[in-house]
């Protein structure tokens, strides 16, 4: 079945350094959806990509949808301690019906100060 | 504006006993989705509504579990009879419209089943 695949699971970086998580999809997505969930909480959207070879930038976030719309990924620059949580991608479940998402297993990253 | 509301959202009891998690979801919303977090699985989505009819109820483990929506602005999951593997992060989200948009979660139900 249709499966999003996220890496690397766990991520631990010095506060400062750079931090980038990769998702892979096995199908062709429409559009991908990012979240952040911090550590007790529930996930929070942060963008949605809708193009081929989309990048779009929040702050120190940056978010790329690849070309073949398969992957996307999300790089964050010099690291902060709110950056910690972990970080799903979401596609749309075409084996379910219209509306259903298909998320990643996420990243988690804990930043050290 | 309130976000999505869910309630408990602490619940511990014990197994055989019935669970009842309550979500209202964002007002004006259409989409409302019931999910279970573990660390096993992940992020595993349960059932969907729209416009309070149930559209994909694939995600549901068993008999045991059973959601309804009554009305635009309240869902419910039970659980009867509760076992200790239902132990897990129960989030309800909701959503615009149907279709593949951003969705907003409640902060969670942690269900302990002892």
């Known amino acids: 079945g249709q499966q999003v695949m996220q890496i690397p699971q766990y991520q631990h970086v010095q506060e400062g350094e750079d931090f980038t998580t990769y998702c892979n999809s096995s199908?062709?997505?429409?559009?991908i959806q990012w979240y952040k969930q911090r550590p007790g909480g529930h996930p929070v959207f942060l963008i949605q990509l809708v193009k081929s070879g989309e990048v779009k930038k929040q702050k120190r976030l940056t978010f790329q949808f690849g070309e073949a719309k398969k992957n996307s990924s999300l790089h964050i620059t010099a690291t902060q301690t709110t950056d910690v949580g972990t970080y799903f991608c979401?596609?749309?479940?075409?084996?379910?019906?219209?509306?259903?998402?298909?998320f990643g297993k996420g990243t988690k990253l804990s930043v050290k100060p | 504006d309130a976000g999505v509301i869910q309630s408990p959202r602490h619940e511990v009891t014990e197994m055989g006993q019935e669970v009842t998690l309550r979500c209202k979801p964002i007002?004006?919303?259409?989409?409302l989705f019931w999910y279970r977090q573990t660390m096993m699985r992940g992020l595993e989505l349960l059932i969907y509504?729209?416009?309070?009819?149930?559209?994909?109820d694939s995600g549901m483990p068993e008999d045991r579990f059973s959601a309804k929506m009554p009305n635009a602005s309240f869902s419910t999951l039970k659980i009867q009879p509760s076992e200790p593997r239902d132990s897990a992060v129960y989030f309800c989200a909701s959503s615009p419209r149907q279709g593949w948009d951003e969705q907003f979660f409640g902060p969670g139900t942690r269900l302990t089943v002892l």
């Open positions: 199908t062709t997505l429409s559009n």
């Open positions: 979401a596609g749309p479940n075409y084996g379910g019906s219209q509306g259903n998402l298909i």
């Open positions: 509504f729209n416009n309070n009819v149930p559209i994909d």
């Open positions: 007002s004006g919303h259409n989409s």
